[in-house]
C-alpha cells in the first residue's frame, strides 16, 4: 500500500481558510468514508481532529471540519488562529491496513 | 479519563532485542484494537500493526511484518510491541494509539527508541 498525498506545506493569514487536501486511491480513500486527520504540534503526540470523513470528537473547534470526494479528502480550518500552526496528517482505513499521508505543515502567517 | 501510558525511553545497541509498553486505563480494554504507529526523526507517521485485545487477532503494515511483533496482556491491560533484533533504522518514537472505529484515536506520549553503537 502507498501512502496517502498531502501537499508538503501550506498557510494561512490569522482568520483565513486553509484546506488542505489528502489523496488516495480506489481501495483506501475512495471506498470507506473511515478518513481521519490529525494534528501535531512539536514535540507532541498526534491528536485527532477529524474522524470518520466528517465527525469531530468532543472539544475539538467547528473551525474544523473535513470532507471527501472521490478518491480525495480534505480539511479545513477556518477562521485561522496562531496556535493552529502545527503539522497534520490525514489516515484512512483501507481493508486490514491504516494508511497515513506524509504530514502537512501548516503555518500561521 | 481515557489514558494509554507507554513505557520509558530506550538506548539500545544494534543487534539487541527489547520490548516496550503501552497500558490502557479509563476505557474496556478488550473493546477497542490499539495500533503502534512508528515517527523517525523529522518524518510522518507511520503505520505498524494492530491487535484486537479480546482474541489478540493482529494486522501488521506489509513494511512491518516480520520485524516486529504485536502482542498483549489483558490481564493487566497492556499491548507490547517487540523486536528481536534491533537495527540503527529502527531509532524512532512509538506511539501507541487507541482505536475510535477503525483507526487510531486517543494516542499515548511516545516511547523514543535510540539504537546506536
Known amino acids: 500500500q502507498s501512502a496517502l498525498t498531502q501537499p508538503p506545506s501550506a498557510s494561512g493569514s490569522p482568520g483565513e481558510s486553509v484546506t488542505i487536501s489528502c489523496t488516495g486511491a480506489s481501495s483506501d480513500v475512495g471506498t470507506y468514508d473511515l478518513v481521519s486527520w490529525y494534528q501535531q504540534h512539536p514535540g507532541k503526540a498526534p491528536k485527532l481532529l477529524i474522524y470518520e470523513v466528517t465527525k469531530r470528537p468532543s472539544g475539538v473547534p467547528d473551525r474544523f471540519s473535513g470532507s471527501k470526494s472521490g478518491n480525495t479528502a480534505s480539511l479545513t480550518v477556518s477562521g485561522l488562529q496562531a496556535e493552529d500552526e502545527a503539522d497534520y496528517y490525514c489516515s484512512s482505513f483501507a481493508g486490514n491496513h491504516v494508511l497515513f499521508g506524509g504530514g502537512t505543515n501548516l503555518t500561521v502567517l | 479519563e481515557v489514558q494509554l501510558v507507554q513505557s520509558g525511553a530506550e538506548v539500545k545497541n544494534p543487534g539487541e532485542s527489547l520490548r516496550i509498553s503501552c497500558e490502557g486505563s479509563g476505557y474496556t480494554f478488550t473493546t477497542y484494537w490499539i495500533s503502534w504507529v512508528r515517527q523517525r526523526p523529522g518524518k510522518g507517521l507511520e503505520w505498524m500493526g494492530r491487535i484486537d485485545p479480546v482474541d489478540s487477532y493482529t494486522n501488521y503494515s506489509p513494511s512491518f511484518e516480520g520485524h516486529v511483533t504485536i502482542s498483549v496482556d489483558k490481564s493487566i491491560s497492556t499491548v507490547y510491541l517487540q523486536w528481536s533484533s534491533l537495527k540503527a533504522s529502527d531509532g524512532a518514537i512509538y506511539y501507541c494509539?487507541?482505536?475510535?472505529?477503525?483507526?487510531?484515536?486517543?494516542w499515548g506520549k511516545g516511547t523514543t527508541v535510540t539504537v546506536s553503537s
Open positions: 494509539a487507541k482505536h475510535e472505529g477503525s483507526v487510531p484515536g486517543v
